[in-house]
Nanobody
Framework: QVQLVESGGGLVQAGGSLRLSCAAS????????MGWFRQAPGHEREFVTSITENGEATFHADSVRGRFTISTDNAKNMVYLQMSSLKPEDTAVYYC????????????WGQGTQVTVSS
């Protein structure tokens, strides 16, 4: 099973940018769809963005479309989340997740990284 480790979280002012990284223990291209989710205090975990196994399509929540971008570096087994124009409501713990090809659920999760956006 793939293991995922997120990094890059921190404190940023509103309007700023931040890039999160997710290191996978094995190659993900062709094997897993990769996604980013987030959970704010008192809220359920929500979908942020994802990329298909072949990297040809991405999907975004309406709340982040145009501001967040998911990408992969297959040579390094890395997944990134570039976040710009950050808002205080983006404050949450961000999780990287992997969905095995042919399945419908994200089965593997990282430990999360905290992002705090100050107003």
């Amino acid at each position: 099973q793939v293991q995922l480790v997120e990094s890059g979280g921190g404190l940023v002012q509103a309007g700023g940018s931040l890039r999160l990284s997710c290191a996978a223990s094995e190659r993900t291209d062709g094997r897993y769809a990769m996604g980013w989710f987030r959970q704010a205090p008192g809220h359920e975990r929500e979908f942020v963005t994802s990329i298909t196994e072949n990297g040809e399509a991405t999907f975004h929540a309406d709340s982040v479309r145009g501001r967040f971008t998911i990408s992969t570096d297959n040579a390094k087994n890395m997944v990134y989340l570039q976040m710009s124009s950050l808002k205080p409501e983006d404050t949450a713990v961000y999780y990287c997740a992997a969905r095995p090809t042919g399945t419908t659920e994200y089965r593997y999760w990282g430990q999360g990284t905290q992002v705090t956006v100050s107003s």
